[in-house]
């Protein structure tokens, strides 16, 4: 008998983890490798943003602070959601988390009974499934293609439903396909789930800023689903404060209590030196953060651009967020130097070992068929990485 729980040995290590661990292992046996693995912005965090952390500490912001989160930072949540996203939020309906990762779970865990199912559209980021089985919860899957850009249409939607739906679980922008949702599009999918008032949206939009070819919409502001959704967003991406763990949901009054009482139990609020400095960081310009977005606005073209070359890489433009995610089934079910090449997982392994650039297979993302890779890093190292896919698959 395992002395692990079986809900715990039902989850899965994250294959981005999985990916990094063998960069990391290759790179101390001597090895020059390129990793293009990890979703984080290599960028510093704005000064004014570490200053109001220092003074944080100076000002002696060291005691445990509201479950859901100090009001003033709350409130400029709040104020942030209307100016960006033109949403009526109260701070009573705001819980803050440490990173949006808990923000997504604490909601989970407040509506799924064991059973209950969540509706996962593939691609998806490769948390939202374990989360789910975390609960208790069954994922039901609907497939995409590189042919759609890898968005659901509202009829797909519409047929995944059964009455054991609790929740829609998407990110937009999307981590690992790089595609948004028009307003357009999310309209139509908020005409579906308005139908069934017992299904909660949780809509994930951590990567609001990191968008070139559009306007971020945000699903809640369609009136007829603003009473069923969660909206997820936070401080990691568009901060680059993947380290000081600081995310938030905005939900109706009832779920904004129930995230409280989940966190209440399991971590109380989150680190207060840091909600201090996101206060400053949410009353910042947008406009100052433009910097970092028009950095990988180039990568992206950049990437892109050598990614066409590649011999067998199918690619749509990424339009937001900091991902690259080519289908290679081209390579599927082929043997290339003796190594069997079954799904995108093998390719991503095979790659690192062969050609020395790490990126992730789309299993865990729920595209067999895809790798991901991430553009936040130099173009100096962009270019070469490409220049070393290409020049090793050209023998194939
Ligand atoms: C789609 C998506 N949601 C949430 C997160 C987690 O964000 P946080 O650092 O705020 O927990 C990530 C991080 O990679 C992500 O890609």
């Given at each position: 008998?395992?002395?692990?729980?079986?809900?715990?040995?039902?989850?899965s290590?994250?294959?981005?983890?999985?990916?990094?661990?063998?960069?990391?292992?290759?790179?101390?046996?001597?090895?020059?490798?390129?990793?293009?693995?990890?979703?984080?912005?290599?960028?510093?965090?704005?000064?004014?943003?570490?200053?109001?952390?220092?003074?944080?500490?100076?000002?002696?912001?060291?005691?445990?602070?509201?479950?859901?989160?100090?009001l003033?930072?709350?409130?400029?949540?709040a104020?942030?959601?209307?100016?960006?996203?033109?949403?009526?939020?109260?701070?009573?309906?705001?819980?803050?988390?440490?990173?949006?990762?808990?923000?997504?779970?604490?909601v989970?865990?407040?509506?799924?009974?064991?059973?209950?199912?969540?509706?996962?559209?593939?691609?998806?980021?490769?948390?939202?499934?374990?989360?789910?089985?975390?609960?208790?919860?069954?994922?039901?899957?609907?497939?995409?293609s590189?042919?759609?850009d890898?968005?659901?249409?509202?009829?797909?939607?519409?047929?995944?439903?059964?009455?054991?739906?609790?929740?829609?679980?998407?990110?937009?922008?999307?981590?690992?396909?790089?595609?948004?949702?028009?307003?357009?599009?999310?309209?139509?999918?908020?005409?579906?789930?308005?139908?069934?008032?017992?299904?909660t949206?949780?809509?994930?939009?951590?990567?609001?800023?990191?968008?070139?070819?559009?306007?971020?919409?945000?699903?809640?502001?369609?009136?007829?689903?603003?009473?069923?959704?969660?909206?997820?967003?936070?401080?990691?991406?568009?901060?680059?404060?993947?380290?000081?763990?600081?995310?938030?949901?905005?939900?109706p009054?009832?779920?904004?209590k129930?995230?409280?009482?989940?966190?209440?139990?399991?971590?109380?609020?989150?680190?207060?030196?840091?909600?201090r400095?996101?206060?400053?960081?949410l009353?910042?310009?947008?406009?100052?953060?433009?910097?970092?977005?028009?950095?990988?606005?180039?990568?992206?073209?950049?990437?892109?651009?050598?990614?066409?070359?590649?011999?067998?890489?199918?690619?749509?433009?990424?339009?937001?967020?900091?991902?690259?995610?080519?289908?290679?089934?081209?390579?599927?079910?082929?043997?290339?130097?003796?190594?069997?090449?079954?799904?995108?997982?093998?390719?991503?392994?095979?790659?690192?070992?062969?050609?020395?650039?790490?990126?992730?297979?789309?299993?865990?993302?729920?595209?067999?068929?895809?790798?991901?890779?991430?553009?936040?890093?130099?173009?100096?190292?962009l270019?070469?990485?490409?220049?070393r896919?290409?020049?090793?698959?050209?023998?194939?």
């Open positions: 008998m395992s002395k692990i729980s079986d809900r715990l040995n039902r989850l290590y994250s294959q981005t983890f999985v990916m990094s661990n063998k960069v990391r292992e290759m790179k101390a046996s001597g090895v020059d490798v390129i990793s293009l693995t990890l979703g984080e912005p290599d960028f510093d965090v704005p000064q004014k943003i570490k200053q109001a952390a220092f003074d944080a500490i100076n000002e002696n912001y060291s005691h445990y602070s509201p479950v859901p989160g100090f003033e930072l709350r409130q400029a949540v104020d942030k959601l209307k100016r960006d996203n033109n949403l009526d939020y109260k701070p009573t309906q705001i819980c803050v988390s440490n990173g949006a990762k808990q923000s997504i779970i604490n989970l865990a407040a509506i799924v009974n064991d059973g209950d199912e969540v509706i996962l559209p593939a691609p998806y980021w490769v948390s939202y499934d374990e989360m789910v089985k975390l609960v208790g919860g069954t994922s039901v899957f609907i497939e995409t590189i042919d759609t890898f968005k659901i249409t509202a009829a797909q939607l519409e047929q995944a439903i059964t009455p054991k739906t609790k929740a829609l679980l998407y990110s937009s922008p999307c981590n690992p396909s790089g595609s948004f949702y028009t307003g357009e599009e999310l309209e139509a999918i908020a005409n579906v789930i308005a139908k069934y008032p017992d299904i949206i949780i809509s994930d939009e951590i990567y609001e800023f990191i968008n070139y070819d559009g306007e971020h919409v945000s699903i809640a502001s369609f009136p007829q689903v603003y009473e069923q959704t969660a909206v997820i967003n936070g401080m990691s991406k568009a901060f680059a404060m993947t380290g000081w763990r600081i995310g938030y949901s905005a939900c009054d009832w779920l904004a129930a995230c409280d009482k989940v966190q209440g139990q399991m971590t109380s609020g989150a680190n207060t030196v840091a909600q400095a996101s206060i400053t960081a009353k910042m310009d947008p406009q100052e953060l433009q910097y970092m977005i028009s950095e990988f606005h180039k990568r992206r073209d950049l990437v892109y651009g050598l990614m066409k070359e590649i011999k067998g890489f199918k690619c749509n433009l990424p339009k937001s967020a900091f991902y690259i995610f080519p289908d290679i089934s081209y390579y599927l079910g082929k043997t290339l130097n003796g190594t069997e090449i079954k799904d995108a997982d093998d390719f991503a392994m095979f790659l690192l070992e062969n050609a020395h650039v790490g990126c992730v297979g789309g299993v865990s993302f729920g595209s067999p068929e895809c790798i991901r890779f991430s553009y936040a890093a130099s173009e100096e190292e270019t070469e990485a490409m220049t896919i290409k020049n090793f698959l050209d023998q194939f």
